[in-house]
């Protein structure tokens, strides 16, 4: 995996990809500026606005969602939905293999529908549970509503793929943008902790950088990539 991708720090060079533009920028109703890499499609927040990592922790400790929450466990429930052939086959393969919630914040609630898989679930969030997961690699990391609080995508993206192991599933679940010209009503832009929004194109771009199999998910809010396997490794390759 290759960690020098972005060159973090500048608004000269894209914080994913490392392209220098040029970028087009685009505004959201609160007159926060977002760039627009034309190389890779991330729309990211000018260095200048970002908010503080107080301010964004701060932010995160207002949300009230918990696993007593049915509604917020129901659209975590996505997230498992999409990753279902997969996280069968894990369960079946190896009874005491174990998942990773990854950013999981304040109220950690995937544990819930993993339990229906028979999955137990680790968590880890740089804020509220910074302490180093008990497992260096997962065969499922899941990061629901994580990728568009990325601050420095390309160190953050590469952390979050060392926690998958080989062959492993990585789960994403963010809001994809389609459109520059609804970007500005768009409620997904309006959160201040909001500063890397992901694009189809983007995606595609994560996949073939850090040598990423996109699977095929029923959901489109939700990725499912695979890392690279290694030949026979366990059940993944009979499954995807």
């Known amino acids: 995996m290759n960690a020098s991708a972005g060159q973090p720090g500048v608004d000269s060079a894209c914080p994913l990809c490392g392209g220098g533009g040029p970028f087009r920028t685009l505004s959201d109703r609160w007159h926060r500026h977002h760039l627009l890499c034309p190389g890779c499609r991330l729309l990211f927040t000018a260095r200048g606005e970002l908010p503080t990592p107080e301010e964004a922790r701060a932010r995160y400790a207002l949300h009230e969602n918990g696993p007593e929450d049915a509604g917020y466990v129901a659209f975590l429930s996505r997230a498992t939905a999409a990753a279902t ?21 304040p109220g950690p609630a995937l544990h819930v529908p993993l339990a229906a898989f028979g999955i137990p679930c680790d968590r880890w969030d740089p804020c509220f549970y910074p302490e180093p997961p008990p497992l260096d690699r997962y065969p499922a990391v899941f990061a629901t509503e994580v990728v568009e609080h990325f601050r420095e995508p390309a160190r953050d993206w590469e952390r979050m ?10 789960v994403v679940m963010t809001s994809l943008w389609t459109d520059e ?33 996109r699977l095929p998910s029923p959901d489109p809010r939700v990725a499912l990539f695979r890392t690279a396997l290694r030949p026979n490794h366990l059940f993944f390759s009979a499954v995807w």
């Open 161 to 170: 793929l060392a926690r998958v192991a080989t062959g492993g599933l990585l």
């Open 181 to 213: 010209a609804a970007f500005p009503g768009w409620s997904y832009a309006n959160d201040a902790t909001h500063v890397a929004f992901h694009h189809a194109a983007t995606l595609d771009w994560i996949a073939r950088h850090w040598s990423l199999a």
């Open 85 to 105: 052939p997969f996280l069968a086959a894990m369960a079946a393969a190896d009874p005491g293999a174990r998942a990773l919630d990854y950013g999981c914040g």
